[in-house]
């Protein structure tokens, strides 16, 4: 390859940004009149929750590829301290801090052990 890219590539690049901005801003773009159900709005407001969660999950619990429960696994215990903190006192701020406090604990119990 020559350093330029071939047509496919303009053609994929192309067709994302198309694609990204149709999605991004076709509800912006839509006239007043056009209403979503109750339904739908009911359901959007679940997308982010299930966008974090088809992230984190995958990461946490099979971060090779299969399924780890195991202690030598040090994602999903801190992911369960994280999310007890976060429960118990609502601070984003904190399960983030009880999270990798966690997360850094076991990794050194697990490199000195």
């Known amino acids: 390859m020559n350093g ?3 047509w496919e590539v303009i ?3 192309v067709s994302l940004v198309v694609a990204t901005y149709v999605t991004r801003a076709g509800m912006l773009l839509l006239p007043d009149r056009v209403r979503l159900s109750r339904h739908v709005e009911a359901a ?3 997308a982010p929750a299930c966008a974090l969660t088809a992230l984190v999950v995958p990461e946490t619990l099979g971060p090779t590829g299969a399924l780890d429960l195991s ?3 040090p994602r999903w215990p801190a992911a369960v301290a994280a999310t007890c903190f ?3 006192r609502n601070s984003v701020l904190g399960g983030i801090a009880v999270g990798m406090a ?7 119990w697990i490199a000195w052990g």
């Open 102 to 108: 966690t997360y850094a604990v076991i990794r050194l």
């Open 11 to 13: 053609a994929a690049i």
């Open 86 to 88: 976060l429960l118990w």
């Open 44 to 46: 959007l407001r679940f």
């Open 4 to 6: 330029r890219p071939t």
């Open 71 to 73: 202690l030598g696994n």
